[in-house]
């Protein structure tokens, strides 16, 4: 009887000290389709969203007094995204005309005096319709007078109209043959791609894979 009892003792106690063992958990590795020219795409949960967020967005999603942020400041901190043709830095952006979707003609050069985020996207690319809704909000906070936002897809105009309704974007989207776009444009080596145009017409940062809003609002508003 005092063997058995010994027994039940041991067998409880092993029990308790699993369970204050700390639990572990898994992290799938980001997926990088070869056919595809997509790069950052992140891991996703069961609703679709990203599983993993900028250090950025989880540090800075509310203002604080202090000094301004820079770009090295954004840039050091991202995670799914990462600056690219940094030698355009400085430099006036070319200008170029394209219609979108609605028949309206826009010139880059036309958007001086307010920002520009030009967008290089796709309908196929999982990681661009990550990215939606983070550029519908944006059009919804941010206004028309001081950000202009373009969205460039080389895909057939009816194909992108149909995926713009779907998706109710709020924001301008342009179906365009990028090979016939003045270089930097018609070399984007993975989409999606951002190029960050100032108000002096100057290209700011271009960068590529996903950008969440507050990534976005953090470079329109770094020095």
């Known amino acids: 009887m005092a063997i058995v009892s010994a027994i039940i003792l041991i067998t409880v106690g092993i029990l308790a000290m699993l369970r204050q063992q700390p639990s572990t958990q898994t992290q799938t590795k980001p997926r990088h389709d070869h056919n595809q020219p997509l790069l950052f795409e992140p891991p996703v949960d069961g609703s679709g969203e990203s599983a993993k967020t900028d250090e950025f967005t989880r540090t800075n999603t509310e203002p604080t007094a202090g000094p301004k942020i820079t770009l090295s400041d954004v840039i050091r901190t991202a995670r799914r995204w990462a600056p690219a043709y940094k030698s355009w ?43 939606v809704p983070h550029l519908i909000e944006l059009r919804n906070t941010v206004s028309e ?9 080389d895909e057939y105009p009816a194909l992108v109209k149909r995926f713009a309704a779907d998706r ?11 090979l016939a776009m003045p270089s930097p444009y018609n070399s984007i080596r993975a989409i999606p791609s951002s190029f960050f145009i100032d108000s002096e017409g100057k290209i700011k940062i271009a960068t590529e894979g996903v950008l969440s809003l507050d990534a976005i609002k953090a470079i329109l508003q770094a020095e």
């Open 89 to 131: 830095y400085g430099k006036t952006a070319p200008d170029f005309t394209l219609t979108d979707i609605t028949g309206k003609q826009h010139k880059l050069s036309n958007y001086r005096g307010k920002d520009v985020m030009i967008i290089f996207w796709a309908t196929w690319c999982v990681p661009c319709h990550m990215e």
């Open 145 to 153: 007078d001081k950000l202009a936002i373009l969205a460039i897809s």
């Open 168 to 178: 109710k974007i709020n924001y301008t989207v342009i179906s365009a043959n990028m």
